[in-house]
């Protein structure tokens, strides 16, 4: 784990982020994101100069993860350096975007569904 990461992943494990559940290192095909949140589908990843030259190999991993329903969010070691309240701002409001929603208790009257009365 690069020190970016260490410094995401202490603000995401073990339930700490809103309640969200992360993975590290979570396998999703033939490829591991470096952080997901399995119950909303979404992968953070953190690049750094190791990236530089493989934007087209990211690319493709990108592509992969959305056709198997997972938002990528990508952000920039310096960005988790830099401003890391912004990263987890992002980061929250994608899973608040993305949680399921629990059914409604009840099924609602035909009335309630906009379908009239019955009689």
């Not at 095909?29 to 493989?54: I, N, Q, S, W």
Request: proline share 8%; with cysteine; charged share 30%.
């Amino acid at each position: 784990m690069t020190p970016a990461e260490g410094i995401l992943w202490r603000q995401l494990r073990g339930r700490r982020f809103a309640g969200f559940k992360f993975r590290r290192q979570h396998p999703i095909g033939p490829f591991f994101a470096d952080m997901a949140c399995y119950e909303c589908k979404l992968v953070v990843e953190v690049d750094g100069e190791t990236h530089l030259g493989r934007e087209h190999k990211d690319e493709e991993r990108t592509k992969y993860l959305r056709m198997q329903g997972w938002l990528v969010l990508r952000f920039w070691n310096t960005e988790v350096y830099d401003e890391l309240e912004p990263v987890l701002e992002a980061i929250y409001r994608a899973c608040e975007a993305r949680k399921p929603q629990p059914p409604h208790p009840q099924p609602l009257s035909p009335e309630y569904r906009g379908e009239g009365r019955v009689d």
